[in-house]
């Protein structure tokens, strides 16, 4: 299918702007910083996994300066509580009632930094603010801002002091990306340009709150043919009955897949969804999400191994033609 970007698409001219200004700090990844946008413009969440010291936390702090919204860091430990995260109500003796404390949840974008270095208990308290965009404290239902988006970063499993993230939270989230070591002449680049000065500092916003509030909307928009969305349903109902694992996608998977095409294609300049913009993410959406292993025998969440058990999937189930 012949693909047409019109020279007047503020959507597209703005998610570009947005791109090149995050890239401008985060050099030499440009396929993790189009995922970021992605998961944004589709009003998700994103888990950065890696080994620290990759830019992890650099790629969230990036974005949203680039989008001059209010951030908030989340340094969390093991002696973290959830109110920590959400907020307390405090008891005001001059107005002799209880007045709500907001926690740093309360922002557009939330960095989580070493999210699974927190309990479980604590990493919980997340739960509600993904999915809902609220926190409920002492019966009282408070709306987080809009846009909210939390950009999550985690240590690999195999380091000291870290805790699993539950099946409940991995769902949470849209994507997850890996940062991956720089190529030499990017770190070589980095080198020479932050030797004295950080390129953070000195970003300048691109786009307002309001802005990307208005291209999330318009990113619903975006059309997807009846043929491409039973694509992403087989493919979800294929990871439920693969020998190979032992849970598969949930439906929330299979909207955040479709959710996050509509945002590929959007940042494409495109008006509609092809098979390609489902394809391309389906192993940052869905892999996350898998426990792999048969019914009976070992239980394991290695990316890896779901990583190649969907590309298998991908590879038994055809995408749809003329969509």
Excluded: W
């Amino acid at each position: 299918m012949t693909q047409h970007v019109s020279s007047t698409n503020p959507l597209f001219e703005n998610a570009t702007r947005l791109q090149e200004a995050v890239s401008s700090v985060v050099v030499g990844k440009s396929e993790q910083v189009r995922l970021a946008v992605t998961v944004l413009l589709a009003g998700g969440h994103l888990l950065v996994e890696d080994v620290p010291g990759v830019g992890k936390t650099v790629l969230a702090k990036t974005l949203a300066k680039a989008m001059n919204s209010k951030v908030n860091r989340i340094q969390f430990t093991p002696d973290m509580l959830p109110s920590d995260v959400t907020g307390v109500a405090i008891f005001d003796q001059r107005k002799t009632e209880f007045e709500f404390q907001p926690g740093p949840v309360f922002a557009n974008v939330v960095i989580g930094d070493e999210i699974n270095r927190a309990s479980p208990k604590t990493q919980s308290a997340l739960l509600e603010c993904m999915e809902e965009r609220q926190v409920s404290v002492d019966g009282q239902t408070h709306h987080l801002p809009d846009p909210f988006t939390v950009f999550a970063t985690q240590n690999p499993s195999e380091m000291e002091g870290t805790y699993p993230l539950p099946e409940a939270q991995r769902d949470r989230f849209m994507a997850r990306i890996s940062m991956g070591y720089p190529d030499r002449e990017s770190e070589l680049q980095m080198l020479e340009s932050r030797d004295r000065v950080d390129p953070l500092s000195s970003l300048e916003p691109v786009l307002s709150a309001a802005q990307v509030r208005a291209m999330i909307s318009q990113v619903q928009d975006v059309f997807v043919a009846p043929s491409v969305k039973q694509y992403v349903v087989d493919l979800a109902r294929a990871t439920r009955e693969h020998e190979a694992v032992r849970v598969g996608v949930s439906p929330r998977a299979s909207l955040h897949l479709l959710r996050a095409a509509k945002a590929s294609a959007a940042i494409a300049g495109r008006s509609y969804v092809v098979p390609d913009d489902v394809r391309s993410l389906l192993v940052n959406v869905f892999a996350h999400r898998l426990v792999v292993g048969s019914r009976g025998g070992r239980k394991s969440s290695s990316y890896a191994e779901a990583s190649r058990v969907l590309e298998q999937i991908a590879a038994q189930i055809p995408a749809p033609t003329g969509a």
